[in-house]
């Protein structure tokens, strides 16, 4: 079969002719119908998860189920799926056991230790996969294992009840949806980029935020002052200054730190971007009593209630498809382009 592939490490992708995956036991074949490609990609062909080359890219799979392993219980050929990339769990440790095996770390990630679904079939964990409704086209189903299944996540781990006010920060792939997922349960939301693209974007959704801050002319003082005047005229009870909560999704440093600064006392700071250090002085922290806190995806329930909600609530995934294999080479240059907006999605 078809495949993508990083042959060595730093290059970009080669299409390559790989033998197709059979499913064993407790696994799914997927016939893959689409496969988002996420930052992650771009780092595995920097080395940064020491991945084994070659490796096939991508980890967001959805497609139709083809075989069905040996002992999986209620899949059947024909069905729609989306997967998590975790291929691999060791059943053993005390996550898989007890806990949520999303965090078990003797397991394999596809598309960063194993192939991934960028090729024509693609072999899932069946307890790591979901339905996805008929409703829901292949290009939205399958950003929802990795950019949907994330932040959805991370919004429901900064802990608040409707009426709660929701800062994200970063509104590129996953932050334009949580902004809408936010809208959905109820928060009052503040979305923060500091690019005219993805500022746009939200400005313009059905479920938009309630304040858009461009962080390219506004301080953290200033957001501050914006967010405190909107959520006087939106609520009667007296609040506090600053967000509940944050879920932050940029990686550079001063958007690190905008964030932390609009964050209350008391507040939650929820990080799901993938900086190289976060950097917090200690004065700040212990005296504004914030309580931070990381959050990686989820597990197969999760990716089911991921794409539920999004179903239930029209949540809309702003996707660049791009036709075939093909096109993985000029959808690179797309997705390290300055003016990059949403999901790149290769359609099969
Ligand atoms: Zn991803
Ligand atoms: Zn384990």
Redo the contacts with the bound molecule.
Sequence with gaps: MKAAQIVNKNERYTLCDVPAPTAGPGQLLIQVKAA?F????IMVSHGDFGSPYPITGS??PAGIVVAVGEGVQGWQVGDRAASLNKVTECGECHDCKHLDSAFCPNGNLAGLHTDGSFAEYFVSLAKNSAKVPESMPWEVAAPMP??GITIYKAIRKAGLQPGGVLAISGLGALGHIGVQMAKAMGLFVVGIDARPGPLELCAGLALAPDVLIDASKTSAEEAVALIDKKVKSTFSEERPSGVDAVVVTAEVPPALRFAFDITKRHGTYVLVSQPEELRIPFRELIFKNVTVVGSLQGNGADLQETIEFVTQHDIQVHTRTWAGLEQVGPMWDEQVSPGQVGKNVVLF
Aim: net charge negative; hydrophobic share 10%; glycine share 12%.
């Design positions: 988002g996420c930052h992650t990609d980890h967001e990795c950019a």
